[in-house]
């Protein structure tokens, strides 16, 4: 009796023993299963780990991610013919070994920009400084034999026909096609539909440019895929925020003048709606850089006042690709664009033509010669060039270390800035450039 009570309790308790083991090992296997989970997820959301072979020196995945997120975009502003500024700017970015990730471009930004997205070296920019250098005002701007101050009057869409530019970019551009272009390229025109935006992203390069730089009543209006466009720096003359959009978290400006908008006295009804004109059209960018978004830098290259005598005066084209390099030169010198290594201190800034001798000729050198495009000799002051936004951390443009700015203007306390040559701008200020057009 008292074996088979014995017996009995043994097997209740070691079932109990058995029982409880099976629990332990269950609830074991599911804690360390939920861990896995738990410890997996964090690592998918911090993206801190990685596998084993993606680790190890520190330039794994994370690195390439890093790398893809970020896009760097040139951006060329309108600006008539003070485009060549650009020309010495892209010189000195092309020498320098800069390669945006996207080109972007308005009026004779759009020219310019293709001119660089196709041949994005130094012969290729070299081959378009030659371009500028060659033309003359009955190249761009050709003229029947009755011509005058009537023909605005006249019933017709332009003053001027188009098919001299025509003629420059079609034989310019080594590509038929926008997509065909060595950099994606992105130019805008101004719909006279419905008064938007349009931006070309493929198709025919020469139609969608000569859209793009249709200075409205210098030339005519643009008809493509039954649509007439008009020139694109009516609604957008420096296209950043087309940049933002397409992710870029650095961007280049090259502006043609100062981003600071000064209108000049009016005297006559009609220069009072030049100068609206002009105001609404730097509205724009003003909105752009008040509200640059987080993590984005945004780096200037600026024009200085004055150097053009009118919109289709080509006499003074080597002295602005000359201010260009100088600008550019310290742009690189600061902030490092692209490849090759820029020594310092920046190139001087050349005098403006006529500065020296009086006649309204020359560069301001007693020989009346025009400034090189070249390089030319390096002052001992490094900080002889100004106009240039910093950009910081918080995606806001800071003042550069260079002559201060008072509404537009260089102090005159300032270390002697070379003529022409605008300061330092913070994008918190209303900042604008003023001339539009091609």
Known sequence: MIVAASTTLFVVVFTLFVVACV?????????????????????????????????????????????????????????????????????VLAEHGFVPDRVYGSSVGAINGAGFAADPTREGVERMAKIW????????????????????????????????????????????????AVLPLEVVATSLTDGGERWFTSGPATEAILASAAMPAIFPPVEIDGEKYIDGGVVDNVPIQRALDAGATRIVILLCSPPVVTPAPSRRPVENMVNALL??????????MAHLPEGVDVILCVGPEGATRDFDDFSTTAHLIALGRAEASEVVRRYGLGTVPYPAPPYAAPAAPGEG????????DPSGHEPPVGPRPVPDDPGVIGGT??????????????????????DPSAPSAPSGTSGAVAAADPVTQPDPGT
Do not use: C
């Not at 964090?42 to 993606?54: I, M, N, Q, R, V």
């Not at 105001?279 to 752009?288: K, L, M, S, T």
């Not at 951390?393 to 537009?408: E, K, L, M, N, Y």
């Open 133 to 180: 250098l060659d033309l003359k005002r009955e190249d761009v701007y050709r003229t029947g034999r009755l011509h005058g101050p009537w023909l605005y009057l006249q019933q017709r869409a332009g003053v001027y026909a188009n098919s001299g530019l025509r003629q420059i970019i079609e034989e310019g551009f080594p590509f038929e096609r926008l997509e065909d």
């Open 389 to 410: 936004a910093a950009p910081d951390p918080r995606g806001r443009a800071q003042v550069a270390d260079g002559p201060t700015v008072q509404s537009g203007r260089t």
């Open 279 to 288: 105001i609404a059209i730097h509205a724009r960018f003003v909105r752009d």
């Open 357 to 364: 001798d009086g006649d309204g000729e020359g560069s301001g």
């Open 23 to 91: 629990v332990l090992l269950v609830l074991t296997i599911r804690f360390i299963f939920r861990q896995a989970r738990r410890s997996r997820a964090e690592w998918l959301a911090t993206g801190d780990g990685g596998p084993p072979e993606s680790q190890g020196d520190g330039s794994g995945a994370d690195e390439e991610e890093d790398e893809e997120e970020s896009m760097t975009a040139l951006v060329l502003a309108g600006g008539s013919t003070r485009g060549a500024i650009q020309i010495g700017m892209l010189q």
